[in-house]
């Protein structure tokens, strides 16, 4: 009988162990992560009891928790940093700013910073305004930090193996996403499978696996990948297919294994759970749009929650967060508009 695949959160739990192992430089640092409480949400469960003394418990104080982290890493050693909520890596901005990111190049030579920040994330989990955001976005752009996202498609040991390699970087973890079974050997269920572009932190790209090309191609991180689906899946009904894209690594990203598929769909979505303005979506339209403009039929569509807080009350929640049914019809209504007439550039001057 076949073993189902494990949840995201055991196979986050099961990179940790395996990354323990292999690494015996490497430090937990975070808020109740020791035994037998094992993390708000079981992440680091066990870690602490085969590893003592390299699992801390610390007080609460992310600045302070992320500062230890930089020091250990400037002194040769390595370190991954969970902070409880996501939302207060706010706290953590100015250690991740000005002494994480920074420590890589200000010192004249460039300095190795083995550090991994991670960081559940997102709502749908009714716990309010302070404990339910999505704060990638704020995120982007820091030279140096690289950021990550977990998904159903990639195996989390490599994303993380890959930030401490690469380091300092920041692992965002959808915190729904935890509770749902890891998609593996290509296969999504009977109408559609994946395959990874760009290597095991690359992406991820799900397409039906009768091979039908796309009206339409959606982006998005993890957390917003069952999403995503759904979305697509709604299209197919209505005679639009769909094929999502779904990257590792958020930031800086790396369009060359999907600039083919993107120039061939003519339409693009990227649908985020962030809430509007400033979005990831903006930054890979700025990064599209000038390499394959002339094959677009429209703008880069971007999707993202409504410019508000996220309420605790599950229906009003359900109104701010971004769901399946409006990128449906976004997605829609896009691909009905009639297409621009091809641009004609104009007659070069001649003289007199």
Not at 141 to 152: C, K, M, N, R, V
Not at 228 to 247: E, I, M, Y
Request: glycine share 10%; aromatic share 6%.
């Amino acid at each position: 009988m076949t073993r189902p695949a494990p949840r995201c959160v055991e196979a986050l739990n099961a990179a940790l162990h395996r990354l323990f192992e292999e690494r015996p430089a490497l430090h937990l640092l975070g808020e109740d992560v020791l035994d037998p409480y094992g993390g708000a949400f079981k992440v680091t469960r066990g870690l602490s009891t085969r590893h003592p003394d390299r699992v801390r418990g610390t007080p609460i104080s992310e600045a302070g928790i992320t500062g230890v982290a930089g020091g250990l890493a400037l002194a040769g050693d390595q370190a991954i940093v969970e902070i409880m909520f996501g939302d207060f890596a706010a706290l953590a901005f100015d250690q991740v700013l000005n002494l994480i990111s920074k420590s890589v190049t200000m010192y004249g030579d460039r300095v190795p910073m083995p550090l991994v920040v991670r960081c559940p994330t997102g709502g749908h989990r009714g716990y309010g305004p302070t404990h339910s955001q999505s704060l990638q976005k704020h995120f982007l752009g820091i030279p140096d930090l690289a950021l990550y996202e977990t998904s159903p498609f990639h195996d989390p040991y490599a994303l993380l193996a890959e930030g401490l390699d690469r380091g300092p970087a920041m692992l965002f973890e959808d915190k729904v996403l935890y509770t749902r079974r890891m998609f593996r050997d290509g296969v999504v269920d009977e109408e559609y499978g994946y395959e990874l572009l760009g290597g095991p932190a690359g992406w991820a790209r799900v397409s039906p696996v009768d091979g039908t090309p796309p009206d339409a191609v959606l982006i998005c991180p993890g957390g917003t990948a069952h999403r995503a689906l759904d979305a697509a899946r709604s299209l197919r009904g209505r005679g639009l297919t769909t094929h999502v894209l779904v990257p590792a690594r958020l930031y800086p990203p790396d369009l060359e294994p999907v600039l083919p598929l993107l120039a061939g769909a003519g339409l693009i979505a990227v649908a985020e759970e962030s809430t509007e303005g400033g979005t990831w979506g903006a930054e890979i339209a700025a990064r599209v749009h000038p390499r394959i403009w002339s094959r677009l039929r429209a703008p880069v569509l971007l999707l993202s929650s409504a410019d508000s807080v996220v309420p605790s009350a599950p229906h009003l929640e359900a109104e701010v967060l971004l769901g399946a049914e409006r990128i449906a019809a976004e997605i829609e209504a896009a691909a009905a508009r009639p297409a621009p007439p091809a641009h004609r550039p104009r007659p070069a001057h001649r003289p007199r």
